[in-house]
């Protein structure tokens, strides 16, 4: 019998080490995964807090919004409202993970196991992450991005800097390529460039050229509309991209700062597309891991149960009736998914065998689901591997409902038969970001005329925007462009539902 | 692989977010303070703690969808089969738990640590004639003795002190005294015997190269005095409590002066380092009391404001000398006063008492929803309005509910445009 990796709940420095070192034979030899290099780190629980109110990353440019939320949150867990996740882990590389000091060493373990090998080997491998995010260069970009706004605030001060920031965070959402463009982001190199426009910005800077005056406008109908639109890359969904590229009257500063804002978005953008399946390997890998060093004898059937419970509660499904319930639990789902297709690999049903021809009996789980991580995202996840079998057991159904419908909320499809294919297709699209988001885009820019931008918003399912928020939105979308803004809201068949237009408001004196 | 310790590092990383967050918000969180406050026990409001503020001013505004149809995967079916109906309003679960669902952040708790819970209330705060004595505002720094030190510089070199300790030394190492040596001295003049003398020579000479070894003074020896600065606080105030205690005089009332000299303590606290407290209370003659007799104390009698003043002037006289002690008065008071009384008072309270005191605020309190209260000016109401308006620097506010206390503190301190209100000298 091999030796235990620690007695009891205490844990110090060396078991810590034993256990990284444990889990790693177990993820490299039995899982085959493929990790950044690791780099754990223990925090406090205040540091915790700290963490994730700046999104979980280590360092990040100062904004009020982040002393909110760590107000929030601190209030909430204050009162005990809200308990504090087991560990923080970033998407870098090193792959930094923070285990909370307060945990046992069982809790450690677990982390450990779910964190630095889970979400460290998918994160490293999944094709999203590797389109969209550069993992050795983020810390740096942050880091650039830090000292970048700092140097602002003292240049431009601070409000004009807040309000540019405040403008970029409300478009946030809206501030992501959707499609991978030419080239991958590398944030290294992007900082590198920042630094350089800087540079010949200041070098060329030339007073005079101010006075100079400018010459007679070319005749409005010298460029035509098509060819407007090409050249302003219309239609644009990335609108700040856009306001980047376009807004006429932005400092370099302040498009600097769009960009920053654009580029993190950009890098978080791949995990809300991964929830369900980056919590879902992370668990599986952890539970694997902690099996197999109980069988080894490394953890004793104490420490095991102890596993057995936070396991328990992290994967727990309530149902719908339940008060608890609230939305499809990302670890919960994507755990029994996992598990569902390590069951079809090693003993398949007929029916498995019928939906599943290509991974029924394949009996190479840890190669089938390796395959899986690297190249799904939730949604073609779900519609591509949620079986009958597990649509039964979590007793899913489908609700539409149509506000239209005086019956009530109609069950569309339940798992049978019939169903399947119908509730798979759509929880698969519950799960489609593209599909969540609002999808608004500028169409066209008055350049002749009173340079009034226009935005299209194409409502999907009669779901129009909210009211007050847009008016907040445009109002900054309005204050960055610097003219008239107009949002305008069609349906499928290109019918006007609703208009809204935003002059911006008169810039204070600093230009 | 590397495991890092970080729970060292330096904490509140989002500090100043935190603080930017509070700039933001600041005329918010004053809002709420001071809403906050009046509910609350002034220890309490004291304490810190929660404040509630509304989101919305605070609001980050995303585009979101809303309405339209909807549809839903859900777990958990036991009995529905496709085509059935779920009625909207009973089965409240299944709806409110559709995805996209607007999740109901509509106000925010935020808790304020005391100094930032009391900054915020006393923030547009300014004490009256604050400038009058520079003096408050600046520290002095005094000198004090601190005993010894080995170094220091030698206009500090302390001789008794280091021939002392030299003293000590000599007698320790056994250093031969002058009479010694002359005694020896002596005794090899007085010798004759040859051999003797050359045993004696050899004595003097091991003492003399004793002599040499261990000096008179070493550097060792040496001591300094030490001194050691200390702040020596000038900026000092002293609050006069005078209260009217006679039996017009309610608990309710009590109350209510109380909570105005806490405040108006709390208030001092923030600009001195050390304030006093006087309190006086009187009927129809005066007494300094300490506090738990000032305001649960028993006492009776008629009505004389002057004696008040008229103590509060001895006392001002014997102990706090206006030149070093800034001066505030609160007198709270139903405004009942004898009729002759007046005058005296008035005299008092425009030679004597005013012209040392930074603020005299007279604050008159009513019973709760007393509507007596509103129907004419007291006795001393009238006094002070007629003083007031002679120029004398007086504040005074009526009082009859619990909430009114701080909005009347506010008011008396509210920072003043220096134009304005600066009158009399």
Not at chain 1, 164 to 189: F, N, Q, V
Not at chain 2, 103 to 117: P, Q, T, W
Not at chain 2, 360 to 387: H, I, K, N, P
């Amino acid at each position: 019998m091999t030796e235990r990796l620690f007695e009891g709940a205490d844990w110090d420095f060396h078991t810590l080490q034993r256990i990284t070192d444990a889990c790693e034979t177990v993820a490299m030899k039995d899982l085959g995964l493929d990790v950044y290099p690791n780099q754990i780190e223990v925090i406090t629980a205040e540091q915790m807090l700290d963490a994730y109110s700046s999104v979980g990353m280590p360092l990040f440019y100062k904004h009020w919004s982040f002393g909110k939320q760590f107000a929030y949150h601190e209030a909430s867990y204050r009162k005990g409202l809200m308990g504090l996740a087991y560990e923080i882990v970033i998407n870098s590389s090193p792959c930094i993970s923070y285990l909370m000091e307060e945990n046992t060493a069982t809790m450690q373990t677990l982390v450990i196991a779910h964190a630095a090998f889970g979400h460290n080997h998918f994160f490293k491998n999944n094709y999203l992450f590797k389109q969209w995010t550069d993992a050795d260069g983020i810390l740096d970009y942050l880091d650039f991005a830090k000292n970048y706004v700092m140097q602002c605030e003292e240049r431009y001060g601070r409000i004009e800097v807040e309000r540019t920031l405040d403008a970029a965070h409300a478009l946030m959402s809206h501030g992501i390529d959707r499609y991978p463009g030419k080239k991958k982001l590398d944030l290294r190199e992007e900082e590198k460039r920042a630094g350089r426009r800087r540079q010949h910005e200041e070098e060329v800077f030339n007073d005079l050229w101010r006075t100079v005056p400018k010459g007679a406008s070319k005749t409005r109908s010298a460029i035509s509309l098509e060819r407007r639109r090409k050249l302003l890359g219309l239609p644009q969904e990335n609108l700040l991209y856009f306001l980047e590229k376009s807004a006429p009257r932005l400092a370099p500063w302040q498009r600097e700062l769009l960009r920053i804002v654009r580029h993190i978005a950009q890098y978080f953008y791949p995990q809300s597309q991964t929830k369900v399946m980056n919590e879902g390997t992370a668990t599986y890998v952890h539970y694997r891991i902690m099996t197999q060093l109980h069988q080894q004898g490394r953890i004793s059937d104490g420490n095991f149960l102890e596993f057995l419970g936070s396991h328990t509660n992290v994967v727990f499904q309530p149902e719908f009736d339940d008060p608890r319930f609230s939305g499809f639990n990302p670890y919960a789902l994507g755990f029994a998914m996992m598990q569902d297709i390590e069951r079809i690999v090693t003993s398949p049903s007929d029916e498995d065998r019928e939906w599943f021809p290509d991974i029924a009996g394949k009996n190479d789980v840890m190669g089938v689901l390796r395959d899986v991580w690297a190249n799904y995202r939730d949604e073609s996840f779900i519609a591509q591997f949620l079986s009958p079998k597990l649509m039964r057991q979590l007793r899913m159904f489908h609700l539409h409902d149509d506000p239209e419908e005086r019956a009530g909320i109609r069950v569309d499809a339940i798992h049978d038969e019939r169903g399947f294919r119908r509730v798979r297709r759509e929880l698969a699209r519950q799960h489609d970001v593209g599909y969540i988001d609002a999808n608004i885009e500028v169409v066209d820019v008055d350049l002749s005329g009173d340079r009034r931008l226009i935005l299209h918003h194409h409502v999907i399912k009669g779901a129009q925007l909210n009211e007050t928020d847009t008016k907040r939105v445009l109002q900054h979308l309005a204050d960055l462009w610097t003219y008239d803004v107009s949002l305008i809201e069609v349906d499928a068949n290109d019918k006007v539902l609703r208009e809204y237009v935003v002059s911006p408001r008169p810039i204070t004196a600093a230009a | 692989m590397h495991i890092i310790d970080r729970r060292l590092n330096p904490g509140g990383k989002s500090l100043e977010n935190r603080q930017r967050f509070l700039r933001r918000a600041k005329s918010l969180v004053q809002g709420a303070v001071k809403k906050t406050s009046q509910e609350r026990d002034i220890k309490d409001v004291l304490e810190g703690g929660e404040v509630t503020i509304p989101l919305d001013g605070m609001h980050e505004p995303r585009f979101r969808r809303e309405g339209g149809t909807r549809d839903m995967v859900l777990p958990g079916n036991k009995k529905f089969i496709e085509g059935d109906y779920l009625q909207r309003s009973g089965q409240g679960s299944a709806k409110n738990s559709g995805p996209g669902e607007g999740d109901g952040e509509d106000a925010f708790r935020f808790v304020l640590s005391r100094d930032e819970f009391v900054d915020l209330f006393l923030d547009d705060l300014e004490l009256p004639d604050l400038a009058k004595r520079k003096v408050a505002q600046t520290e002095s720094e005094g000198i004090q003795r601190a005993g010894y030190t080995t170094s220091g510089s030698p206009a500090n070199i302390s001789v008794s002190r280091t021939v002392r300790r030299a003293l000590a030394r000599r007698i320790a190492l056994k250093r031969p005294s002058k009479e010694e040596i002359e005694e020896l001295e002596a005794a090899i003049a007085a010798c004759t015997d040859d051999d003797e003398r050359v045993v004696l020579l050899a004595q003097l000479e091991k003492l003399k190269a004793k002599t040499k070894r261990i000096p008179f003074i070493d550097p060792l020896d040496i001591r300094y005095r030490r001194f050691e600065t200390v702040p020596k606080p000038v900026a000092q105030a002293v609050m006069f409590c005078l209260m009217d205690v006679s039996g017009s005089m309610s608990e309710h009332m009590k109350d209510l002066a109380k909570r105005f000299y806490m405040l108006l303590y709390v208030f001092l606290k923030r600009r001195y380092k050390h304030v006093d407290i006087v309190f006086i209370r009187h009927t129809d003659r005066a007494e300094e009391v300490d506090e738990q007799t000032f305001f649960y104390g028993p006492a009776s009698g008629g009505t004389l404001v002057s004696s008040a003043l008229q103590a509060m002037h001895e006392i001002v006289r014997e102990r706090f000398n206006p030149s070093d002690w800034n001066i505030y008065a609160a007198q709270a008071s139903d405004g009942d006063n004898s009729y002759s009384d007046g005058e005296l008072t008035g005299l008092l309270l425009t030679d004597k008492i005013l012209p040392v005191c930074q603020f005299f605020a007279y604050l008159e309190v009513g019973e709760s929803g007393g509507s007596a209260f509103d129907l004419s000016d007291s006795s001393l109401w009238t006094l002070y309005e007629r003083l007031r308006n002679g120029g004398a620097p007086l504040s005074m506010r009526k009082v009859s509910e619990r909430s009114e206390i701080f909005p009347v503190f506010h008011d008396l301190f509210q920072r003043r445009d220096t134009a304005q209100e600066k009158a009399a000298p």
